[in-house]
């Protein structure tokens, strides 16, 4: 009996059970993936359910980030009050948090009582105005054929093209006001996630050491400790690199949508506030941004008048040259530290993958990997005793102009 059980034990061997452990997850997440797949869209459905019960929580944490740069700024000016006494130092903590929302308060207030009505008024005249700009530009053409005698082949595609933009613009005229109807309406149902998300955010600004506190203990206790500091390393590093590009490139928008502002007005250019927040709002995307803002800005002033148009250009030229050359590297330094051939290709792989989002956050995304990979590459070569400085493997022949103007 003892013969028979010993003869059908079974040996196991470690070797092949890692390996049929490895084969069974294998097999089981191509059957998962197909799955997920095969019914893709009923997957979305029920995904995006589960999170939309997260929205609050995102929107939460989003309000906190923003709202941090804010209390950070009024903790730096409470810093410099004298402030001795335990109990007024106690109470720093709650002004800060209370300065910081007020302040966010104050923009909001500004913007949606000044600028926005500004803004709606801008949009609903030239909604209303667009079929007479049409109108005029149309025999603008005709006037030009008239005074110049242009070839007939010239005048046939400038008027094709322009009834071609005729109809586009129509339509995106017509489609104008419900699409506005679904913003106020979507906006009206995350109200509640909103109201919530401030809440959320409360919690998280007022207790944001312990949480801080809280995920390193987990951080420490999951892991080993080089790992963690590791992690910790790396998330500090994300969260600089993060706020030091959105921040500035945040207040440099700012900045040349004041300047647009100022300059519009005094050459007393069409939809001045329109105009100025199109170039602020889009000065944020890097690079594509002057462009992306110069276009629509542009349509809006030829309609009203080319030769201001023309103008336009001239205004926005300068104002870039400005803001590249001295505005923006002024208020972001050194916090790229990428030459501009990796900001292109960063917002474009960005922008290809993630949509409008991607050409906002490609660029720290970028830098983040950047100097991951930097630090990895500095550290092997480190290792094997061999200079870390780029210079250093430059091609044997390779003459540096700069260097030898100097």
Do not use: C
Not at 101 to 106: G, K, N, S, V
Not at 262 to 280: E, G, N, Q, R, W
Not at 281 to 291: A, E, W
Not at 315 to 344: A, R, T
């Amino acid at each position: 009996m003892e013969a028979i059980e010993d003869y059908m034990k079974i040996e196991w061997n470690k070797k092949y059970n890692t390996i049929a452990v490895y084969a069974f997850i294998v097999i089981a997440s191509s059957i998962l993936f197909f799955l997920i797949m095969s019914g893709l869209e009923s997957f979305s459905r029920a995904l995006s359910g589960y999170i939309s019960i997260l929205y609050p929580f995102i929107y939460g944490f989003i309000i906190a980030y923003v709202i941090n740069f804010l209390m950070n700024f009024a903790d730096r000016l409470l810093s410099k009050t004298p402030l001795k006494k335990p109990e007024l130092y106690r109470m720093k903590k709650g002004l800060s948090l209370f300065l910081g929302y007020l302040m966010a308060l104050a923009f909001l207030a500004l913007f949606f009582g000044f600028i926005l009505p500004q803004l709606v008024a801008s949009i609903t005249g030239f909604v209303m105005e667009t079929p007479k700009y049409i109108t005029n530009i149309t025999e603008f053409i005709e006037d030009l054929n008239n005074r110049y005698t242009l070839d007939p082949r010239v005048v046939d595609f400038l008027t094709q093209r322009w009834e071609e933009l005729s109809v586009t613009l129509n339509n995106i005229i017509r489609d104008i006001l419900p699409a506005t109807v679904n913003f106020i309406r979507n906006t009206a149902t995350s109200i509640w996630n909103v109201f919530l998300g401030i809440i959320i955010s409360l919690y998280l600004l007022s207790d944001k050491k312990k949480f801080i506190a809280t995920g390193k203990k987990v951080l420490y206790g999951l892991f080993h400790k080089n790992h963690a500091d590791k992690a910790l390393e790396l998330l500090t590093r994300t969260q600089r690199i993060f706020s030091q590009f959105l921040v500035g490139k945040v207040l440099d928008s700012i900045i040349v949508g004041m300047i647009s502002f100022v300059m519009l007005s005094i050459f007393k250019m069409p939809y001045t506030v329109l105009i100025s927040f199109i170039i602020t709002v889009t000065n944020i995307i890097p690079f594509f941004g002057p462009f992306i803002g110069a276009v629509p800005s542009f349509i809006i002033i030829f309609f009203v008048s080319p030769v201001q148009a023309l103008w336009f250009l001239l205004f926005i030229f300068i104002l870039q040259q400005v803001d590249g050359n001295y505005i923006g590297p002024k208020i972001l330094g050194e916090s790229l530290g990428i030459s501009s051939f990796w900001i292109l290709f960063s917002i474009l792989v960005a922008g290809k993958f993630l949509g409008l989002m991607g050409l906002i956050v490609g660029v720290p995304i970028f830098v983040l990997l950047y100097s991951i990979v930097k630090e990895y590459v500095e550290a092997k070569l480190k290792n094997k005793n061999m200079p870390v400085e780029t210079t250093a493997y430059e091609p044997v022949g390779y003459v540096d102009v700069k260097k030898e103007s100097k």
